[in-house]
C-alpha cells in the first residue's frame, strides 16, 4: 500500500529550521519537529534523513521578506535551503511569504495553553505549520 502524498513547510532561520507536514489529501497542518541548523548541505542531509520513508509531494518554504515586500539575507538563505532540496530530490519548492508567521505561531501557542517559556523549540515548528496552511489556503 502506498503511503499518501505529504506536503513538507520549512521556517528557516539562522539557527534552526521548524518543519510542519500536511497529507495531501487531508490539507490540515501540523508541527513535526525542528532541526538546529548546521550549513546548507548538512541542513539538508539531516532533513531528508528525519523525512525517509514520507511520499513527499512538494516542499513549501517560508520567504522572510522585508515589510517593503524586497529579499534580503533570510530570504537568500530560505532559498539557498529550497534550491538544494531541489535539487537533491527533483521535487517542486514553493515559497511563501512568511512576514508575521512566528506572531501567529505564538499566538497560536498561548491560546493552546503553551508558556512562552516552554515554546521556544515548539514556535518554530509551529510557525511552519502556518506558513504551510497560508500555501494550501492559496492553492484551493
Given amino acids: 500500500m502506498a503511503r499518501p502524498a505529504t506536503y513538507i513547510a520549512l521556517d ?8 510542519a507536514r500536511a497529507l495531501a489529501d487531508a490539507r490540515v497542518p501540523a508541527p513535526w519537529f525542528t532541526l538546529s541548523r548546521k550549513g546548507v ?26 515589510n517593503d515586500g524586497t529579499e ?19 521535487l517542486p519548492v514553493h515559497y511563501v511569504d512568511e512576514r508575521y508567521s512566528s506572531v501567529e505561531a505564538q499566538r ?7 508558556r512562552r517559556g516552554r515554546s521556544k523549540g515548539r514556535l518554530d515548528e509551529a510557525a511552519a505549520a502556518v ?3 497560508r500555501w494550501l489556503d492559496g492553492t484551493g
Fill in 41 to 66: 548541505r548538512r541542513d539538508v542531509d539531516a532533513l531528508l534523513a528525519r523525512v525517509d520513508g514520507a511520499e513527499v509531494a512538494a516542499w513549501i518554504v517560508g520567504l522572510p521578506l522585508e
Fill in 12 to 19: 528557516v532561520g539562522t539557527r534552526t529550521i521548524g518543519v
Fill in 108 to 114: 497560536r501557542l498561548v491560546e493552546a495553553g503553551i
Fill in 72 to 90: 534580503q539575507r533570510m530570504a537568500r538563505l530560505a532559498r539557498q535551503v529550497g534550491e538544494a532540496l531541489a535539487d537533491r530530490t527533483g
Fill in 131 to 133: 506558513i504551510l496552511q
